[in-house]
C-alpha cells in the first residue's frame, strides 16, 4: 500500500499570512492531486501535477511536485478566510493500477479574520 | 449538468438493518468510486468500477457490495449495518486521461447506531 504523509494536520492562521502543506510518500506517483474539501461538500480537484520539478500556479496557490516524484506541497500566499477548508493530496500508482488513487489524511486549515 | 449526484443525503440505521446508497452521474464517465471517510483517516476506497460491468474491491471492502447498474448508476449496498460503517460516504467519477479529474457527489452521512 502506498501511503501519503500529510503536514501539518491542522493549521490555523490570521488573514494575510502565508503558509505550506507537504504531501510525502517514500513511493513514486506518476501524477499528483491537490483536492479542497469545505464543510459538508465532496473533494474538489484544485490542480493535477505530472513532471518532476513541475510548479503549477492557481491565484494565490502555488502547488509543486517533487524532483523524484514522491513528494509535492501547497504554498498560499496572503491566506483568507474563504481558504477555510480540508486540503486533500491525492496520488496516482506509478506503474500500478491507473484507476485508483491513493488520499492522504488531508491538512485541514482554518484562516481567521 | 447535475455531475454526480447521491441519495440520500442522511441516513440513521439500526444494527443489522440493510440499505442501498445511491450514485448517478450525467458526464459519461466510465469509472465510478465509492469511497468513506472519518475523521483521521482521510478518504479511503471501498469498491471501484473502472468501466461499465466490473467492479473490483478497493482498501475497505468488507461488509459491502456493489452494483454498476448501467453506465450512469453505481450503488452501494450494506447488507448488515455495523455501528463501525457509521461514516461519510462519497461517490466519484472520472474520465481515464492523463490529467483527468475525479468528481465527487455531496456525500452520504450514514449513523449506525
Known amino acids: 500500500t502506498q501511503l501519503l504523509e500529510q503536514s501539518p494536520q491542522f493549521l490555523s492562521i490570521q488573514e494575510g499570512e502565508n503558509l505550506t502543506v507537504y504531501c510525502n510518500s517514500s513511493s513514486v506517483f506518476s501524477s499528483l492531486q491537490w483536492y479542497r474539501q469545505e464543510p459538508g461538500e465532496g473533494p474538489v480537484l484544485l490542480v493535477t501535477v505530472v513532471t518532476g520539478g513541475e510548479v503549477k500556479k492557481l491565484k494565490r496557490l502555488t502547488f509543486q511536485f517533487g524532483d523524484a516524484r514522491k513528494d509535492s506541497s501547497l504554498h498560499i500566499t496572503a491566506a483568507q478566510p474563504g481558504d477555510t477548508g480540508l486540503y486533500l493530496c491525492?496520488?496516482?500508482?506509478?506503474?500500478?493500477?491507473?484507476?485508483?488513487?491513493?488520499f492522504g489524511k488531508g491538512t485541514l486549515l482554518t484562516v481567521n479574520p | 449538468n447535475a455531475g454526480v449526484t447521491q441519495t440520500p443525503k442522511f441516513q440513521v440505521l439500526k444494527t443489522g438493518q440493510s440499505m442501498t446508497l445511491q450514485c448517478a452521474q450525467d458526464m459519461n464517465h466510465n469509472s465510478m468510486y465509492w469511497y468513506r471517510q472519518d475523521p483521521g483517516m482521510g478518504l479511503r476506497l471501498i469498491y471501484y468500477s473502472a468501466s461499465e460491468g466490473t467492479t473490483d474491491k478497493g482498501e475497505v471492502p468488507n461488509g459491502y457490495n456493489v452494483s454498476r447498474l448501467n453506465k450512469r448508476e453505481f450503488s452501494l449496498r450494506l447488507e448488515s449495518a455495523a455501528p463501525s460503517q457509521t461514516s461519510v460516504y462519497f461517490c466519484?467519477?472520472?474520465?481515464?486521461?492523463?490529467?483527468?479529474?475525479?468528481?465527487f457527489g455531496p456525500g452520504t452521512r450514514l449513523l449506525v447506531l
Open positions: 491525492a496520488g496516482r500508482n506509478s506503474g500500478g493500477s491507473n484507476y485508483k488513487l491513493t
Open positions: 466519484a467519477s472520472r474520465e481515464l486521461a492523463v490529467q483527468e479529474t475525479q468528481y
